[in-house]
C-alpha cells in the first residue's frame, strides 16, 4: 500500500503484506530527520485467519485541495426534444465513452456519444418488454444494461445498443421489495449486495437496518440471479454485515411511523472494475474493502477533526421548521401537527458528532471519491433541506489507499459515477433545469 513516500510500497491493489520488513521501514522513516512530513500516518497489521488487514491511518497534513473544471455537458433548455432532460436519474458510462441517461418520469434511457451528441433512446412507458411504469436504478455491468424498475418489481437486461435480452422479477418479502444492486460477474457467479427488509419499529422503540453483502449463483440466465432471495430460507450466508442506520417507531394518531435520529450515520457501498467491494461505515472513518470472493483485504481510516452536535443545531433546526410550518400551514397525511414529529425527531438520540462519510464512488482502476457531509458550511441544512443545496467535499484516494486530497464539487452538482480522472453527474441550475455532466479532477 502507498503512502506518499517513496520506500513505501509493499502492497498494491489488494495484495498480502508482511509486517516485519514494513514495519521496520516505518520506524526507520519516523526517526529520520528529512524535514516537515507532508503526511502524518501510523499502520497496524492485524493477521486474521491468515489473511493480513491492513489499517491505514492517513492524516490530514498537507490536505491538498484539487481544481475540477467541466468538460461535457449534456442538456438544453430549448435544444431538440432528445436534448431536453427530466427527471433524471443516475447516469452510467461505458468505457468508451457512451453515457447512458435514465429519465425516471418517463421511462426512456437516452444514449449519448462521448463528445455528448444524441445516439438513440432505449425503452419507453409502459409495463410490456422493455418498457417502464417506474424506472428508478440503471446499471452497467461489462456490455450489459440493466434498468430496475420498482413499480413492475423486476429488471431488464438490454445491450447497450438497445436490443431486449431478458427481463426477471425481483424478490420481495411480503409488500417491500428487496432492494438489489449489481457489482459485476464472476464466472457463473452475480455478485449483489441485499438490504434486510428489516422490521419495522414498534412504539417507543429502535430497530436497525443491516445491509449485508452476498455471493449468489446465477443459475441460467437472469432469473438466476434473484432466485435465491425469493425465499428467506434460500438466502445464502451473508458475507459481512454492516448496521447503518436506526429507527424509532412513533405513532401519528392510529398509525405507525418510523423516524431516524437527526444527524444519524448512513452506511454506502461502491465498486470497482476489479469487482472488489467497498463499504463505509457511517458513524467513524472507515472504509473495509473485499475481494470479489468476500475476504476483507483492506480497512481505510483516515484521521479527522470531528464536529460536535451541538444543541444550537438542534435549536436553529426547530425554529427552520417552525418558521416554514407556520407559514405554510402545512399537516400530516394524519392529521398531525408536522412540528410534533420535527420537535420528536430532535429529541431522539443523536450521535456525539457529524458523520464523517457519506457516499463513496469506485473507479475502474480503484480510485475512491468519498463524500465528506462533516466539511459542509451549515450542518442544519442537512437536515432542513429547505435552507437550500450547499458545495460538497470528498476525499480522493489512489489505488493503493493513499489519500490524494479533497474535491469540492459546484453548487447543485451530485457525482455518481467516478471515471478514471473524472466524475459524472447531475447538475441542476437555479431554475431547476437538469444536465449531465462530466468534470474533470486535476490532480497531482
Not at 491492513?54 to 455537458?73: F, K, N, P, Y
Not at 429519465?103 to 445516439?119: K, P
Not at 475481494?291 to 451541538?310: A, D, K
Request: glycine residues 10%; charged residues 20%.
Amino acid at each position: 500500500m502507498a503512502f506518499f513516500l517513496a520506500p513505501l510500497q509493499p502492497v498494491a491493489h489488494f495484495g498480502v503484506m508482511r509486517a516485519t520488513a514494513f514495519t521496520a521501514a516505518v520506524m526507520l522513516l519516523a526517526g529520520c530527520d528529512a524535514g516537515p512530513p507532508t503526511r502524518d500516518f501510523s499502520v497496524t497489521v492485524t493477521d486474521s485467519a491468515g489473511i493480513e488487514i491492513v489499517h491505514t491511518q492517513v492524516g490530514d497534513t498537507g490536505a491538498e485541495a484539487l481544481a475540477v473544471h467541466e468538460e461535457l455537458r449534456i442538456g438544453t433548455v430549448d435544444g431538440p426534444p432528445e436534448s431536453q432532460l427530466f427527471f433524471v436519474g443516475r447516469p452510467v458510462a461505458a468505457t468508451d465513452g457512451t453515457v447512458f441517461v435514465p429519465l425516471l418520469r418517463s421511462g426512456e434511457i437516452r444514449v449519448f456519444d462521448a463528445e455528448g451528441a444524441y445516439l438513440r433512446t432505449i425503452g419507453r412507458a409502459g409495463d410490456g418488454p422493455g418498457e417502464f411504469a417506474g424506472l428508478n436504478l440503471l446499471y452497467l455491468v461489462g456490455d450489459i444494461l440493466y434498468a430496475v424498475d420498482a413499480r413492475l418489481r423486476r429488471v431488464t437486461a438490454f445491450t447497450e445498443e438497445g436490443e431486449l435480452l431478458s427481463t426477471a422479477s425481483l424478490p420481495a418479502v411480503g409488500d417491500r421489495l428487496v432492494s438489489v444492486s449489481f457489482h459485476g460477474r464472476l464466472g457463473d457467479d452475480w455478485m449483489l449486495s441485499l438490504s434486510h427488509p428489516y422490521d419495522w419499529p414498534e412504539h417507543g422503540r429502535f430497530v436497525d437496518r443491516r445491509t449485508s453483502l452476498f455471493l449468489s449463483p446465477s443459475g441460467s440466465g437472469l432469473d438466476g440471479a434473484f432466485r435465491a432471495f425469493e425465499r428467506e430460507a434460500d438466502r445464502p450466508p451473508a458475507l459481512a454485515e454492516y448496521t447503518w442506520s436506526r429507527m424509532f417507531g412513533m405513532r401519528q394518531g392510529g398509525a405507525l411511523t418510523g423516524q431516524s435520529p437527526l444527524w444519524g450515520p448512513r452506511g454506502a457501498w461502491a465498486s470497482d472494475g476489479a469487482r472488489h467491494i467497498f463499504v463505509t461505515v457511517g458513524d467513524e472513518y472507515r472504509i473495509d474493502a473485499f475481494e470479489p470472493e468476500g475476504t476483507l483485504v483492506r480497512s481505510l481510516r483516515r484521521s479527522h477533526e470531528p464536529v460536535p452536535i451541538t444543541p444550537e443545531f438542534k435549536d436553529r433546526f426547530l425554529a427552520e421548521a417552525a418558521a416554514h410550518h407556520d407559514t405554510a400551514g402545512t399537516s400530516t397525511e394524519f392529521g398531525v401537527d408536522p412540528m410534533v414529529i420535527e420537535r420528536f425527531r430532535a429529541d431522539l438520540p443523536t450521535p456525539p458528532h457529524l458523520p464523517p462519510l457519506g457516499s463513496i464512488l469506485a473507479g475502474p482502476d480503484g480510485t475512491l471519491l468519498v463524500e465528506r457531509p462533516d466539511l459542509v458550511a451549515d450542518p442544519v441544512a442537512q437536515v432542513w433541506t429547505r435552507l437550500g443545496p450547499q458545495p460538497s467535499t470528498w476525499d480522493l484516494f489512489d489505488p493503493d489507499g493513499a489519500f490524494v486530497g479533497a474535491v469540492t464539487f459546484p453548487l447543485r452538482f451530485a457525482p455518481h459515477l467516478l471515471l478514471e480522472d473524472a466524475v459524472l453527474g447531475v447538475h441542476r441550475d437555479e431554475l431547476g433545469v437538469e444536465y449531465v455532466v462530466r468534470l474533470r479532477i486535476e490532480t497531482p
